[in-house]
């Protein structure tokens, strides 16, 4: 027997009495360290349904859904096709809706099962003349107190910041565009075709 042969011998024995290093996961719980990069989940409060995320993902790990007759955008992440490189986390426009946490999950052949998801439902707010989507109540009320007293210049902040005291009175669309419809939560291309289009 030659001296690497007795080496090998020697780590051998020294293996079979020591701790293993490989934990006992899954048959055990693992508890990651606190630098551990899990999967990313959504944070209700500080996410305002931009729809950022979805738009950076190298990955199409994060679906987005809007539904007009519901009035909702549903953002969904899917833990299959994250690869944890966290550009949600860094594009994100509040820096906190959503983020990396210590999550992981075993990913078995079974995608209908719910741990394999992580989803945020968000108002949207529609146009009130043609009735295409303007943006999440959440996010115009992000982008009103970002601006500060700039926000009073356009009408969809101005009705976002008089909702702070009471809710806007009803109106309704008379079929045909006109001025008065300028003072209403309305799209970018229905406020355009006020300006261009209505005989002042
Ligand atoms: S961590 Fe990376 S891959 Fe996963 S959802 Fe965020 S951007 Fe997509
Ligand atoms: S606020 Fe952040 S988490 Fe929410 S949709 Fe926008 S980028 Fe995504």
Do not use: W
Request: charged share 35%; proline share 6%.
């Amino acid at each position: 027997m030659y001296a690497p042969k007795l080496r090998e011998l020697k780590e051998a024995l020294r293996s079979l009495f020591s701790r293993p290093y490989t934990t006992k996961f899954p048959k055990e719980k693992y508890t990651p360290p606190e630098e551990y990069r899990g999967f990313p989940e959504y944070f209700e409060e500080d996410c305002v349904g931009c729809g950022t995320c979805y738009q950076v993902c190298p990955a199409g790990a994060i679906e987005m859904e809007d539904s007009l007759e519901e009035k909702k955008r549903v953002l969904r992440i899917n833990y299959a096709s994250c690869i944890q490189c966290g550009q949600c986390e860094e594009h994100c426009i509040t820096g906190k809706g959503i983020r990396l946490t210590s999550k992981y999950v075993v990913l078995i052949p079974d995608l209908e099962k719910k741990d394999y998801y992580n989803s945020i439902e968000k108002e949207l707010v529609l146009c009130e003349v043609c009735g295409g989507e303007i943006a999440c109540r959440d996010h115009l009320k992000f982008v009103k107190d970002r601006l500060g007293a700039k926000a009073y210049a356009h009408p969809n902040f101005l009705i976002e910041a008089q909702r702070n005291f009471n809710e806007p009175a009803e109106s309704h669309y008379k079929g045909k565009i006109r001025r008065e419809d300028y003072i209403k939560e309305i799209c970018p291309i229905c406020r355009h075709r006020i300006v261009v289009e209505d005989e002042f």
